[in-house]
Structure formats: structure tokens, C-alpha cells
């Protein structure tokens, strides 16, 4: 199937596949799909659907939300801060949304909170290997220097999976480190 041959609405029912690639490839078509005022009213969608009392929890919306923010920042100014707070929601799949940091990274770098002391906050929070890999992938892109996160994890020999930005990649979570 070729997602981006999909309409919109379509594109956001894959943000609940099953297939994690599938969730971040079709947030990527998504994004370049929707532009104006049309990207402000899907955010808008994407952030209720992250909502308990939306009855339609959707564990993708993160990466929607920062793939149409990425290709619409001045239309995500907006949203910067909330996307970084989502950070605090531990309903909300954490790991996505530091995904989502790093993609933006140039836009939330300036977010309240501020989202390279969240992410560090965060991962001692977590403890999530996967949410680490992300976290830190963000940090690197936001300029924070994460040298001093580096001992805390050597010898963790635990295999992470992790979105590159074209695959899923497998890889044991203390080579990652290598800074």
C-alpha cells in the first residue's frame, strides 16, 4: 500500500496500526499533506485525540503532531509548548513525543518547559531503553552535550528497536551510546 497515495483522514487511522513503521511513515506523509489552516485544525485533532475523554486514544498522535508541525512551523509556534509538556503525561507514548523533539527540534528549542531539561528529567523517570534512544537522539539535535549520560548506561547490553528516520533499527542499547 502506498501511503502516499491516502487522504488525511485515512493516513490518521494508521497512527493506531499495530506495525510501528507504519505509524511513523504514515506521520511523515501526513505532515507534508496538510498545510494552513487545515495542519492548525489536525493538531488540534491529533492533541484531543491524546485525550482520555476523546474515547479514541490514539498512541501515534505524537508523531502526527510533530510531522505536520515540522512542515508547518509557524502554524506549530503555537503548539510548541504543550507538544514538550506532553512529556509529563505518562498516558501519552513518551517515547514519540522525544521523537518528536528531535524532529523539531529547531522550532522547541525555545519551549517552555524547556525541552532538553525535560528529556533529562525524564529518562531517569521512565526507564524506558526505547524512550532513552529517542531522548537522547533529541538532546544530541537540541546542542545539549550528553557525555555525562553516557556512564549511566555502558554495559546495559539490552536490544533496542528505534525509528532512524527510514527504518526500525535493532541495535544493543550501549553501542548506541557510542558518543
Known amino acids: 500500500m502506498n501511503l502516499e497515495e491516502l487522504k488525511p483522514s485515512k493516513l490518521i487511522s494508521f497512527l493506531y496500526h499495530p506495525e510501528e513503521i507504519l505509524r511513523f511513515r504514515a ?3 501526513l505532515g507534508k499533506k496538510v498545510k494552513g489552516e487545515k495542519a492548525r485544525n489536525l493538531i488540534l485533532r491529533l492533541f484531543w485525540h491524546l485525550n482520555d475523554e476523546s474515547g479514541a486514544y ?6 502526527g503532531i510533530a510531522e505536520i508541525g515540522r512542515n ?12 514538550v ?3 509529563d503525561d505518562s498516558e501519552v507514548e513518551r517515547k514519540y513525543v522525544a521523537y518528536g523533539i528531535d524532529r523539531l527540534a529547531e522550532i522547541v528549542k525555545d519551549a517552555y518547559p524547556n525541552p532538553a ?3 533529562r528529567e525524564k529518562i531517569d523517570e521512565v526507564k524506558d531503553n526505547e524512550f532513552t534512544v529517542y531522548a537522547l537522539i533529541a538532546l544530541k539535535k537540541l546542542g545539549d552535550d550528553i557525555s555525562d549520560l553516557q556512564p549511566r548506561f555502558n554495559g ?5 528497536e528505534f525509528y532512524d528516520g527510514k527504518e526500525m533499527v535493532r541495535v544493543a542499547f550501549c553501542e548506541f551510546l557510542v558518543v
Not at 490514539?58 to 508523531?63: D, F, M, S, T
Not at 508547518?72 to 507538544?83: A, I, L, M, Q
Not at 546495559?156 to 533496542?160: N, P, Q, Y
Request: glycine share 6%; aromatic share 10%.
Open 117 to 119: 531539561k525535560k528529556l
Open 72 to 83: 508547518n512551523p509557524d502554524v506549530f509556534e503555537g503548539f510548541k509548548n504543550k507538544y
Open 156 to 160: 546495559v547490553e539490552k536490544t533496542v
Open 58 to 63: 490514539c498512541v501515534g498522535a505524537p508523531l
Open 85 to 87: 509538556s506532553l512529556l
Open 27 to 29: 506521520a511523515e506523509v
